[in-house]
């Protein structure tokens, strides 16, 4: 039986371990698609579960990674077969399920999409969920009737993942985008990216007023609690805010006086369970509508090797944009 390398996180008396270890099929959960994993990426949630920053991992040991793309080398499942290029994002993996930080995963074909006609798998890891939840939330705020000549739109977390796919997703749509980041010094990256204004998160991460001045349309916000709460004070009769993260906080300390007194909208986004055909729509988006010119600004590639330390890197809130793990 074939070895390959696996990141395994083991539970200890003191915390948790990571490391590269050898593992077989014989080492992989059931599922009725096995992939040869070519490409994954670093998320948030990765993040947090390399470092054991929050309780992310619900099962001992655990091969986080909870995107991959790659190749199918067996297949039961009558959607899938030999030598198909296929997407993963969510369904647990990395959490519940072995996940993408290793050579192979098992995984029910289910969880499966095609990889979109278009794009790489690199491409599709460039994009990882981050980026899939950036285009659940624009499809939501659409789904909502809001267009780009209704007003401006806030993008929080803007230096991050989904902040960055978000602001290039929404700028080729015509919209005017306000990103909103702690990292001044990232205000040239962002308008690269398509971002007209670039403001401190400072002007929204403190205690909000039940109304505030309006300023936006809609808003895509991966940050929550005071964050959130301001975003929807400000935002104008009739907007929406799409909320998808919460990288301050998962609470929500506000009033109902946005919603009963302006008809604001919370429109709340989840990638990890999402019905797979608003997924294929999702990706069908993102494969017609991001900017290859635009996704290579916002994407770096690390090896195998360096996933750790880019997980304490995405943690600690230095990572730019969205990073490429080259697991193959």
């Given at each position: 039986?074939?070895?390959?390398?696996?990141?395994?996180?083991?539970?200890?008396?003191?915390?948790?371990?990571?490391?590269?270890?050898?593992?077989?099929?014989?080492?992989?959960?059931?599922?009725?698609?096995?992939?040869?994993?070519s490409h994954s990426t670093v998320n948030y949630k990765d993040g947090?579960?390399?470092?054991?920053?929050?309780?992310?991992?619900?099962?001992?040991?655990?091969?986080?990674?909870?995107?991959?793309?790659?190749?199918?080398?067996?297949?039961?499942?009558?959607?899938?077969?030999?030598?198909?290029?296929?997407?993963?994002?969510?369904?647990?993996?990395?959490?519940?399920?072995?996940?993408?930080?290793?050579?192979?995963?098992?995984?029910?074909?289910?969880?499966?999409?095609?990889?979109?006609?278009?794009?790489?798998?690199?491409?599709?890891?460039?994009?990882?969920?981050?980026?899939?939840?950036?285009?659940?939330?624009?499809l939501a705020l659409e789904r909502h009737g809001l267009k780009p000549?209704?007003?401006?739109?806030?993008?929080?977390?803007?230096?991050?993942?989904?902040?960055?796919?978000?602001?290039?997703?929404?700028?080729?749509?015509?919209?005017?985008?306000?990103?909103?980041?702690?990292?001044?010094?990232?205000?040239?990256?962002?308008?690269?990216?398509?971002?007209?204004?670039?403001?401190?998160?400072?002007?929204?991460?403190?205690?909000?007023?039940?109304?505030?001045?309006?300023?936006?349309?809609?808003?895509?916000?991966?940050?929550?609690?005071?964050?959130?709460?301001?975003?929807?004070?400000?935002?104008?009769?009739?907007?929406?805010?799409?909320?998808?993260?919460?990288?301050?906080?998962?609470?929500?300390?506000?009033?109902?006086?946005?919603?009963?007194?302006?008809?604001?909208?919370?429109?709340?986004?989840?990638?990890?369970?999402?019905?797979?055909?608003?997924?294929?729509?999702?990706?069908?988006?993102?494969?017609?509508?991001?900017?290859?010119?635009?996704?290579?600004?916002?994407?770096?590639?690390?090896?195998?090797?360096?996933?750790?330390?880019?997980?304490?890197?995405?943690?600690?809130?230095?990572?730019?944009?969205?990073?490429?793990?080259?697991?193959?």
């Amino acid at each position: 039986m074939s070895m390959f390398k696996a990141l395994v996180v083991r539970k200890t008396e003191t915390g948790q371990s990571v490391a590269v270890e050898q593992w077989t099929d014989a080492d992989l959960m059931e599922g009725d698609v096995t992939l040869r994993v070519s490409h994954s990426t670093v998320n948030y949630k990765d993040g947090l579960a390399l470092t054991g920053k929050a309780p992310v991992i619900r099962r001992w040991p655990m091969v986080p990674g909870i995107d991959a793309a790659g190749i199918v080398e067996t297949s039961s499942h009558p959607d899938f077969r030999f030598g198909d290029a296929v997407v993963l994002n969510g369904w647990g993996t990395g959490e519940t399920h072995l996940g993408a930080y290793a050579q192979k995963t098992r995984v029910k074909g289910d969880w499966l999409v095609p990889l979109p006609a278009g794009l790489t798998a690199a491409e599709a890891m460039a994009i990882g969920t981050a980026g899939y939840t950036a285009m659940l939330s624009v499809l939501a705020l659409e789904r909502h009737g809001l267009k780009p000549s209704d007003g401006p739109i806030v993008v929080t977390g803007a230096a991050g993942g989904v902040g960055s796919v978000a602001i290039a997703l929404l700028a080729a749509a015509g919209w005017h985008v306000i990103a909103s980041t702690g990292r001044g010094a990232e205000a040239d990256y962002l308008k690269a990216l398509g971002a007209a204004e670039v403001i401190d998160r400072a002007e929204l991460s403190g205690p909000a007023r039940p109304l505030a001045k309006e300023r936006w349309i809609a808003g895509v916000d991966s940050v929550g609690s005071h964050t959130l709460a301001n975003l929807l004070a400000m935002t104008r009769y009739g907007g929406a805010i799409a909320a998808c993260g919460l990288a301050q906080g998962m609470d929500l300390p506000s009033s109902v006086a946005p919603f009963i007194l302006r008809g604001v909208s919370l429109l709340g986004i989840d990638s990890v369970m999402c019905p797979k055909p608003r997924r294929l729509e999702a990706w069908a988006r993102l494969a017609r509508d991001l900017d290859k010119g635009r996704l290579a600004v916002l994407t770096s590639t690390i090896g195998f090797e360096a996933l750790p330390e880019t997980a304490a890197a995405i943690m600690a809130g230095t990572v730019r944009g969205r990073v490429v793990v080259a697991i193959g």
